[in-house]
């Protein structure tokens, strides 16, 4: 491995995504709080589609009212 970055490192060809929402997220990590991973995508910012606090896909559309 070398020390120096290359070409591809530089200029960020391959964008690292969130393994949750899929999103463009380079700094996504798993974070422990009181037991829990937690997916953040800057260490800071949770992730809306991490399932730690309740996310599940809707099984059907949601009605809407007008």
Known sequence: ???FASCADLLD???PVC???HKHAPHWRW???DGLRILTHDGDLICPRDRSFGYTPAPAP???AA
Do not use: K
Request: charged content about 0%.
């Open 1 to 3: 491995m070398s020390a």
């Open 31 to 33: 974070v422990p709080i």
């Open 62 to 64: 949601l009605a809407v």
């Open 19 to 21: 393994p949750g929402c």
């Open 13 to 15: 060809v391959v964008p």
